[in-house]
């Protein structure tokens, strides 16, 4: 089958280790690897990968005439107990039954189950995006166990109450976006602490009191949105 794919075929021949998550190394050369001078990138039908970790299973499960089909096993990560109960408070303090949106939720491991949002590393969520969902009611303080979360969107939506001051301890955090909600209360002094922050946009809310000074000191922080509130300073 090798000889029946095409010039433009991708191949992929290696599963490596990055970061603690899978990846895949693909043929970029020009021409591409084929049966006569590069076998040693050609994947076989029923053969095998697995990460540098053992948990991510790869099988090569059919040859096409575009490249390979490939299945991709979780093979027993679970979520972390403390994201699992973290989404899980959100789901309910935000009447995620009525979410516009709430596949796979409550069903299983978050990661593993791919609930509607979630984006993971292995048995960690990364991402979390849920703007626009008809999320409704505050967000509970347990999001600051997602450690390391990356991206956190939960704009245009109906969440109300107070920042919860534990999102000052995402570490990873880079990008913040809680606008257009009907959140209430002052800027956490903790989100000061959020030292890899790039984006942060609260705006569109009802948030009041000063903003605090130390934003400043936020050296990868390069677009702040605050406008649509009472806020000062």
Known sequence: ?????????????EVIGGRGEPSWAVDSEEPPADVGNNEGTMWRVGETFTNTTGDILVTVEA???????????????KTAEAEV???TELYNSTG?????????????????????????GIGTVRNLELGGNNLAGPIPGSLGSLENLERLNLANNQLSGEIPATL?????????????????????????????????DLGNNQLTGPVP????????LYAILLGGNQLSG
């Not at 095409?6 to 191949?11: E, Q, R, Y």
Request: hydrophobic share 40%; net charge negative.
């Open 1 to 13: 089958y090798d000889q029946t794919l095409p010039d433009s075929a991708v191949i992929i021949y």
């Open 63 to 77: 040859a096409t005439a575009n490249g390979f089909q490939v299945s991709i096993e979780n093979r027993g990560i």
């Open 85 to 87: 109960t973290a989404l």
């Open 96 to 120: 995620g039954a009525n979410w516009t949106n709430n596949a796979n939720w409550l069903v299983g491991d978050p990661c593993g189950n791919a609930w509607r949002g979630v984006d993971c």
């Open 168 to 200: 000052g301890d995402l570490e990873e955090l880079t990008f913040l976006n809680l606008s257009d909600n009907q959140l209430t209360g002052t800027l956490p002094s903790s989100l000061t602490g959020l030292l890899n922050l790039t984006w942060l």
């Open 213 to 220: 000074g130390e934003l400043a000191n936020l050296d990868e």
